[in-house]
């Protein structure tokens, strides 16, 4: 006699196989998607002026910079960790890259690489250090975000230095408006979380990061030495903040050592309403993409309705506390189906 299928076994043994993962993505994007539309159909109806062209194009402009932290942001709450430095980091290349321009006399190209080193550089140490002493990646993080922001002061001499056109091609329309105003900065951010989709989806690197969230001891019995995934974690999240900084650079025409502050806290809320669990193992760099969307139209239309500042940090405040408290609901339901 042949042995009995898997599922029938399930079902005798009175459980529920596992919804495949395609639908439990599927249903993800929906639901999000669902959100995202609900908040635009109810900012249309409460501003006549949210509902337009200019407004989509205005959003999508503005968040280039928020889109590719977060993505850097998606892979370090995946393995278990946070870095709070990602606004500073962004300050401080956008900094060394104005400096470059417009004191040191470099070309565009060789302060945009100064501005990627310094990011990956600062990424890098604070990932060497959080591994190396086994100190949490919170406490560390905390400290470059002092550190770095206090060295953009340094830099720019407390002053903000303006670039004036030297980058502009960023924050050009793409191909010259074929797709309205949508800027390169935009297309360029959107080509990184696909490829940092495929990267988690379907590399070896990608399991190894959702292995390490999910269980590291376990990596590492397997014979993974989780050290250097982490170290390069963090590195890829220093290096995406200082592409940040040139996007902020390129559409305010100037760096603001001030730039930047707080806004790991809306990167982190991006990543986490797009369903990244902040306990690691479980993540989506697409599903992060919908949280910036999220973010971004919030603040978009709050502005519009003439929601005042205390008003939009609150109603900010209360989606990132929604979005915790059903994270931590799908990972009981997750858990009593196991």
């Not at 990244?276 to 239309?301: C, D, P, Q, Y």
């Amino acid at each position: 006699m042949n042995d009995p299928a898997p599922a029938s076994a399930s079902a005798r043994a009175g459980t529920r196989a596992p919804a495949p993962l395609w639908r439990s993505q599927l249903a993800t994007y929906l639901g999000l998607g669902a959100v995202l539309a609900g908040m635009v159909a109810l900012f249309s109806s409460l501003s006549e002026y949210f509902w337009s062209a200019e407004t989509f194009i205005t959003i999508a402009n503005e968040i280039p910079a928020l889109a590719v932290m977060a993505v850097g942001m998606s892979f370090v709450l995946i393995i278990a960790g946070i870095d709070l430095s990602v606004g500073s980091v962004m300050a401080l290349a956008a900094a060394i890259s104005a400096a470059a321009i417009v004191q040191w006399g470099w070309t565009v190209p060789a302060a945009a690489a100064l501005a990627l080193a310094t990011g990956l550089v600062c990424g890098t140490i604070t990932g060497t250090i959080a591994v190396a002493w086994r100190l949490p990646s919170f406490i560390v993080s905390l400290g470059m975000l002092e550190a770095v922001r206090g060295s953009a002061y340094l830099v720019t001499d407390s002053r903000t230095q303006y670039v004036g056109d030297a980058i502009s091609w960023l924050s050009a329309p793409f191909l010259g408006g074929i797709f309205g105003g949508i800027s390169v900065a935009f297309m360029l951010a959107l080509l990184l979380v696909i490829v940092a989709q495929l990267v988690l989806s379907h590399t070896v690197f990608g399991r190894c990061v959702v292995g390490i969230g999910t269980n590291e001891e376990a990596m590492r019995l397997a014979g993974v030495d989780p050290r250097p995934i982490r170290i390069t974690v963090f590195a890829v999240t220093g290096l995406l903040a200082g592409l940040a900084g040139l996007m902020q650079s390129a559409r305010l025409e100037a760096a603001d050592p001030n730039a930047g502050a707080g806004i790991e806290l809306q990167v982190i809320a991006a990543v986490v309403i797009g369903g990244t669990s902040l306990m690691g193992g479980r993540g989506s760099v697409v599903n992060t993409a919908f949280g910036v969307l999220i973010i971004a139209v919030l603040e978009a239309g709050l502005a519009q309705v003439g929601a005042s500042e205390p008003s939009k940090r609150i109603i900010t405040g209360g989606v990132i506390v929604a979005a915790v408290i059903i994270d931590t609901l799908r990972q009981r339901m997750d858990a009593a189906n196991r």
